[in-house]
């Protein structure tokens, strides 16, 4: 089971975070702090207490937007321990993700949070701990939230890829799921464990692999053109051969082709135009 310490400067989120972390049995005990002082203290008496002290802290759930150091910067603070605790970002704002992972947090979650999200990142700490977990019971739902100025929120169903029409794909924004037609989507940008959907009308971020959609999204004529972007044949305008370099247009993004892929893009382009 976990002991967890939840970071969040504002107190009514904090008490809701704190609520959701401590309906959960795989949670033996949350904590909170309501600013990084006093969250590097609590941190520290952990780590000097060891793994099996009284004070033990095994995942930190961090906000990161925060008056003083944001949670990205008690991260990197965190990082310079030898065993650190986990750490799961809460947070409004998801164009941090890529930070994020690359300072080896567990999960990204966005808030409004949601308790079977909220579960989720429960999940993925345990696992990555190695420690058994008791599945929270699929049916419950959270009583009355003690904080009155945030209400619980009776949660969406979890929605998966594999559960809609393969011509959509579920991304999630602030609590609320949309779907977004696969037609839609130009090109595709990886961004540590997350993937970014560029569509004519702005970018969605979802926690699949840009390797894992090239998979499933090579019938529908997307292409690998760089370790960090996959392209839909159809929506490329132009290709550009620049001193030894290719780029291709999307749109209003000029993207660069990778040596390896440049011959094979070419080719599949011929193709697709006299196809």
Do not use: N
Request: charged share 25%; aromatic share 4%.
């Amino acid at each position: 089971m976990l002991r967890v310490l939840a970071v969040d400067d504002e107190k009514p989120l904090l008490e809701e975070l704190l609520y959701l972390l401590r309906s959960d049995p795989r949670v033996l005990s949350a904590e909170g702090a309501s600013d990084a002082t006093e969250a590097l203290r609590r941190v520290t008496r952990a780590l000097e207490s060891g793994p099996d002290g009284a004070d033990a802290i095994d995942v930190v759930f961090l906000d990161i937007h925060m008056a003083g150091l944001t949670g990205l910067d008690i991260a990197r603070l965190l990082a310079g321990f030898a065993q650190p605790p986990l750490i799961v970002f809460v947070t409004a704002h998801e164009g941090f993700a890529v930070q994020a992972f690359d300072l080896k947090a567990v999960d990204y979650v966005l808030k409004p949070v949601r308790p079977q999200r909220l579960a989720e990142a429960v999940r993925r700490a345990c696992a990555q701990l190695g420690r058994a977990e008791e599945a929270p019971p699929a049916a419950a739902e959270p009583a009355a939230s003690p904080s009155a100025t945030v209400p619980a929120q009776r949660p969406a169903p979890e929605v998966t890829v594999a559960d809609r029409a393969p011509e959509q794909i579920a991304v999630e924004l602030g609590g609320v799921t949309r779907f977004v037609a696969i037609a839609d989507i130009a090109y595709v940008e990886a961004q540590g464990d997350y993937a970014r959907l560029h569509t004519d009308e702005g970018s969605h971020l979802v926690r699949i692999p840009v390797s894992t959609l090239e998979e499933r999204w090579a019938a529908r004529g997307f292409v690998r053109i760089h370790r960090r972007h996959l392209v839909a044949l159809s929506r490329i305008d132009e290709i550009r051969l620049d001193a030894g370099t290719t780029s291709v247009r999307v749109g209003s993004a000029e993207l660069q082709v990778s040596r390896r892929h440049a011959r094979e893009l070419r080719d599949l382009l011929m193709r697709h135009a006299t196809g």
